[in-house]
């Protein structure tokens, strides 16, 4: 476990602070420094090795996955994005209003947008506002925390990266009396229903009772809407798709032919939620050689890369109450596409 100071500076920023008084104002603590890579690598040979092959989604998301989930929010398919800012944007205020005074702990803190709708509407100047962002890359926290804590100068930030797992134990003492949990952008839904429950009780034992979870999640809507989000016209989604054997191929040296492999993304009604997959177009070796692996995929065979699960208020209020919340209440967009629930730890 360690400690890393500021270490990049903002882009694009109008009020200009000192150097040495932003970093008074971050930590970074880095959980599980040693040995990432050789445990990201081996949990990755162990995916491939399956009869059903799996990558980590997190493979998606790198800066140049980050940047096609940004232009995608402008394809009109892709409703996701655009309903989780307009019911950030709309109903942050009246979270705010039912919890008080908090500190924040954002789980997957990636997107600086959705981010700054939480911290305004906590923001009253003068009052001192602690945010704990957990990431999976402390590079990430360094990137966003510059602006962050120049447009708010109340604010200071203690990051988490790494081992989401180690998070409870480094973190840091409260300044205000309650916590806020915050995971958005569906990222529950990246989880199977097992994880879902595991890091749910995991969170419940890390905050106290009368602390606050807030979870926004995609709703389920009609198939049709969901799977052309995530075949769009332009061709994004397949790109950030694809994007996962690029970042193979420069992290690990992988000889992958990308041609080989096309996109695929169906929804699937039984248990309401898209699966996103890369499919073997031809019958092929793949090697990895800074892995020092390789493997066969049939004609056809396919990797999965994603999964999207969709709820509904019943779903999740079954989820919360059985991790140890109760339900206090919840916001949706006009066509309810995407919602904010609200739970408080018993």
């Given at each position: 476990?360690?400690?890393?100071?500021l270490?990049?500076?903002?882009?694009?920023?109008?009020?200009?602070?000192?150097?040495?008084?932003?970093?008074k104002?971050?930590?970074?603590?880095?959980?599980?420094?040693?040995?990432?890579?050789?445990?990201?690598?081996?949990?990755?040979?162990?995916?491939?090795?399956?009869?059903?092959?799996?990558?980590?989604?997190?493979?998606?998301?790198?800066d140049?996955?980050?940047?096609?989930?940004?232009?995608?929010?402008?394809?009109?398919?892709?409703?996701?994005?655009?309903?989780?800012?307009?019911?950030?944007?709309?109903?942050?205020?009246?979270?705010?209003?039912?919890?008080?005074?908090i500190d924040?702990?954002?789980?997957g803190?990636?997107?600086?947008?959705?981010?700054?709708?939480?911290?305004?509407?906590?923001?009253?100047?003068?009052?001192?506002?602690?945010?704990?962002?957990?990431?999976?890359?402390?590079?990430?926290?360094?990137?966003?925390?510059?602006?962050?804590?120049?447009?708010?100068?109340?604010?200071?930030?203690?990051?988490?990266?790494?081992?989401?797992?180690?998070?409870?134990?480094?973190?840091?003492?409260?300044?205000?009396e309650?916590?806020?949990?915050?995971?958005?952008d569906?990222?529950?839904?990246?989880?199977?229903?097992?994880?879902?429950?595991?890091?749910?009780?995991?969170?419940?034992?890390?905050?106290?009772?009368?602390?606050?979870?807030?979870?926004?999640?995609?709703?389920?809507?009609?198939?049709?809407?969901?799977?052309?989000?995530?075949?769009?016209?332009?061709g994004?989604?397949?790109?950030?798709?694809?994007?996962?054997?690029?970042?193979?191929?420069?992290?690990?040296d992988?000889?992958?032919?990308?041609?080989?492999?096309?996109?695929?993304?169906r929804?699937?009604?039984?248990?309401?939620q898209?699966?996103?997959?890369?499919?073997?177009?031809?019958?092929?070796?793949?090697?990895?050689?800074?892995?020092?692996?390789?493997?066969?995929?049939?004609?056809?065979?396919?990797?999965?890369t994603?999964?999207?699960?969709?709820?509904?208020?019943s779903?999740?209020?079954?989820?919360?109450?059985?991790?140890?919340?109760?339900?206090?209440?919840?916001?949706?967009?006009?066509?309810?596409?995407?919602?904010?629930?609200?739970?408080?730890?018993?």
């Open positions: 476990m360690g400690s890393a100071a270490g990049r500076q903002g882009v694009g920023i109008e009020v200009r602070l000192p150097m040495a008084v932003l970093e104002r971050l930590e970074v603590t880095v959980l599980d420094s040693t040995g990432g890579d050789l445990s990201e690598g081996s949990d990755l040979v162990t995916r491939l090795c399956r009869p059903d092959k799996v990558l980590p989604p997190k493979f998606l998301y790198d140049r996955g980050r940047e096609l989930y940004q232009r995608l929010a402008a394809v009109p398919e892709c409703y996701m994005p655009r309903a989780a800012k307009a019911v950030l944007r709309a109903f942050s205020g009246e979270v705010a209003r039912l919890t008080g005074p924040i702990i954002e789980i803190a990636d997107d600086l947008v959705t981010t700054r709708h939480i911290l305004d509407a906590y923001r009253k100047p003068g009052r001192p506002q602690l945010y704990i962002p957990v990431t999976s890359d402390q590079v990430r926290t360094l990137d966003i925390a510059p602006g962050l804590l120049r447009q708010y100068p109340d604010l200071t930030i203690h990051g988490l990266s790494g081992a989401g797992g180690a998070a409870s134990a480094a973190l840091p003492p409260r300044q205000a309650a916590r806020l949990a915050v995971c958005l569906n990222t529950l839904g990246l989880l199977t229903a097992a994880q879902s429950q595991a890091f749910l009780k995991s969170m419940r034992r890390t905050l106290r009772a009368g602390d606050w979870f807030l979870a926004g999640v995609d709703l389920e809507t009609d198939p049709d809407i969901i799977e052309a989000a995530y075949n769009d016209s332009e994004l989604t397949a790109e950030l798709n694809l994007n996962a054997l690029h970042l193979i191929n420069r992290r690990y992988g000889r992958i032919d990308i041609g080989c492999f096309a996109h695929r993304a929804f699937n009604e039984e248990a309401q898209v699966e996103m997959s890369l499919r073997s177009l031809a019958r092929q070796m793949v090697s990895i050689p800074g892995l020092g692996f390789q493997f066969e995929l049939l004609e056809t065979e396919v990797i999965q994603e999964v999207s699960r969709k709820f509904t208020l779903r999740i209020d079954a989820d919360f109450v059985e991790a140890g919340f109760s339900f206090v209440d919840a916001w949706a967009d006009a066509k309810e596409l995407y919602a904010l629930f609200l739970f408080r730890a018993e």
